[in-house]
């Protein structure tokens, strides 16, 4: 069992559509990347989170760190978002992340 | 510059030839990550430094791997005698703080990932 798992593994929508996209860690972590990568394409950050949780423009992250799960949600989804999202833990006593096999979002026009 | 920058963005190369990656962090980010991707695979951690040193290189493959980065900022991943296996996205990451229990953690910032190809 990985250590980091994260559902679905594909995810297909159509425009406009509120995005769901899950993680479950079965450690103890110090804080919770979440990153997008487009194909081809290097990885963008785009939350860490320790507690709670945080909200940019369309993007939002929450964690409960005592069910250790954490939800990326994207409203008003759009054709542009499409592209592999990872969550990675970074633990408490180890700096190296850990990270999910990631998210294949496409969303349709 | 404002972000992560690596160079070159592609790099093809013979079996048995010698590489070398740079990578420029975000200025004064003092933690500086090293890892790779191959196809389809999530990112492999390869080395971590704080500031000048390696603090961790645990995740590099075997000795033809180093990584060195003199003066806290640029750093540069060297492979000696690549191999097929090699061929693969090497992705540099910056943060202002390491990710080390003790510092806090930091938000990572990553680079364009330079794709290696050994033929």
């Known amino acids: 069992k990985n250590e980091v798992e994260q559902s679905p593994q594909n995810l297909t929508a159509q425009e406009g559509e509120f995005i769901t996209i899950n993680c479950s860690y079965s450690v103890g972590i110090s804080a919770l990347h979440w990153l997008q990568q487009h194909p081809g394409g290097g990885i963008v950050s785009l939350f860490m989170l320790s507690s709670g949780k945080k909200k940019h423009g369309r993007l939002i992250a929450t964690i409960n760190i005592q069910e250790k799960h954490s939800s990326l949600h994207i409203t008003a989804s759009h054709p542009r978002d499409s592209a592999v999202y990872i969550c990675?833990?970074?633990?408490?006593?180890?700096?190296?992340?850990?990270w999910g096999a990631g998210t294949k979002l496409i969303i349709k026009p | 510059g404002a972000g992560v920058s690596q160079t070159p963005s592609n790099k093809v190369t013979e079996k048995g030839k010698y590489v070398e990656l740079r990578c420029d962090p975000i200025?004064?980010?003092?933690?500086l990550y090293w890892y790779r991707q191959s196809l389809g695979q999530g990112p492999e951690f390869l080395i971590y430094?704080?500031?000048?040193?390696?603090?961790?290189d645990s995740g590099l493959p075997n000795d033809r791997f180093f990584a060195v980065r003199p003066e806290g900022s640029v750093s540069t991943l060297k492979i000696q005698r690549t191999e097929r296996g090699d061929s693969a996205v090497y992705l540099c990451?910056?943060?202002?703080?390491?990710?080390?229990?003790?510092f806090g953690t930091g938000e990572l910032f990553f680079g364009e990932g330079s794709r290696l190809t050994v033929l």
């Open positions: 990451a910056s943060s202002l703080n390491g990710v080390l229990a003790g």
């Open positions: 200025s004064g980010h003092t933690a």
């Open positions: 990675a833990a970074a633990m408490d006593s180890n700096y190296q992340l850990i």
């Open positions: 430094f704080q500031g000048t040193g390696a603090a961790d």
